[in-house]
């Protein structure tokens, strides 16, 4: 009963954009129209007339539920097809899980934190290992590489080498969100 645009029409415009919660307050107090109004994507229906504290207390419990999903999602690292969940540790690429020891786990954060940043076999040494790095030391090269084989197994070649400077993220980065 909005003007000019259905409750159903409205919700689907603000799932276009938006996943913020949606309590539908209507007239309608048939099944039919909460169901098909919960369905097209509200979080919760209150007919009127209603009590003020009700209202605030569904509000209040639809706020509670999106800070929990926001702080679930800030522990997601993403970018193209890798898929990092910070809480357990796991990794994916192209929805297959990748074992990365601690070291390769650390070393793609890091990059996928500052995916325009180029690394330095020391940058990553000392921020990984947190010791001072030793000038020929190989370490780097070999989680550098092992990290590439198993990325690339599912996945685009995502760590690029800048020859003379070091490592940068390289790839599709459209659905990074952090």
Known sequence: MLPGISGEEFIRK???????PVIAVSAKVDQASKLDLLTHGADDYITKPFDLNELIARVDIQLRHA???STKQDNILRYGTIVMDMDTREVSVSGKMVHLTTHEFSILVLMINHPSKVFSRSNLYESVWQEPYLENDKTVNMHISNLRSK???YGDNYIRTIWGIGFKLEG???SESL
């Open 14 to 20: 603000v799932r276009e954009n938006s996943n913020l």
């Open 151 to 153: 990325l690339n197994k």
């Open 67 to 69: 800070n929990n999903e």
């Open 172 to 174: 599709d980065s459209s």
